[in-house]
């Protein structure tokens, strides 16, 4: 089988995170650990966490870094993620959360960052016409919708367009994503873990790049052999 990966993937929202996640998620063998996924299922349960993340997630605000590392660092010490590693979707979002996955990853660390490069004009775009499942979370959008009156495809759940995907929360997004999370950036390639990559074009070809950059990245890790 092929061998685990323990992957973190970064990118405004709207570059494709989520469905490049899914897709190394299944060609490494290992889960898809989405924070925004997992708090929308905090908010949907009513659990305390749930409750006092939801008016910041509607206003496109960040959840503090504690609250939000709690989590991580619970489904990180899982078995399955421990054990073939994890695709890390949507964290860390501050240098504060990158320091503290270090300490929940010690002592394997991360094996690396991938920095999906999209352009601002085409994340808009894309965040506009993006509709979900309530229920899955499955992605569609107003080009490519499901098969029947706006019912997901993969679970029967209803399609709606996601509360922070207005235009104006949208702005704020990307604003506090150049504020916040740009420095990781700096952060990760000041330890020489991150690689960017081209989010443009199909979903294929963005996979393709991102399994060669990590296959190259094995390669140039591996000890020489005489
Ligand atoms: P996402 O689905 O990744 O766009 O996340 C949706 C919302 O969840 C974000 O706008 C934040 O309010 C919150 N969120 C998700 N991940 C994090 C994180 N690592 N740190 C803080 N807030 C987060």
């Known amino acids: 089988m092929i061998p685990g990966v323990r992957l973190v993937v970064l990118g405004k929202q709207g570059a494709g995170k989520g ?13 898809h650990v989405s924070t925004g996924d997992m708090l929308r299922g905090e908010v949907k349960s009513k659990t305390p966490l749930g409750l006092r993340a939801q008016s910041l997630m509607d206003q496109g605000e960040l959840i503090p870094d504690d609250m939000v590392m709690e989590m991580v660092g619970a489904r ?4 399955d993620t421990r054990g073939r590693g994890f695709v890390l979707d949507g964290c860390p979002r501050t240098t504060t959360q990158a320091e503290r996955l270090e300490d929940i990853v010690h002592p394997f660390g991360v094996d690396l960052v991938v920095n999906l490069e999209v352009p601002t004009s085409l994340v808009m775009k894309r965040l506009a016409s993006r509709r979900v ?7 569609y959008s107003t080009a490519a919708p499901p098969m029947v009156n706006w ?41 020489d873990k991150l690689v960017h990559i081209n989010g443009t074009g199909s979903p294929d070809s963005v996979t393709r790049r991102v399994v060669g950059a990590i296959d190259a990245q094995r390669q140039a890790r591996r000890p020489s052999v005489p």
């Open 19 to 31: 469905t490049q996640c899914v897709r190394l998620s299944h060609h490494y063998v290992v889960p």
């Open 133 to 139: 499942c309530v229920d899955c979370g499955a992605n």
């Open 76 to 79: 990180l010490s899982e078995r």
């Open 151 to 191: 019912t997901c495809d993969v679970c029967g759940g209803e399609v709606v367009q996601r509360e922070d995907d207005t235009e104006e929360a949208i702005q704020r997004r990307l604003d506090l994503y150049e504020k916040q999370t740009a420095p990781l950036i700096e952060w990760y390639d000041d330890r």
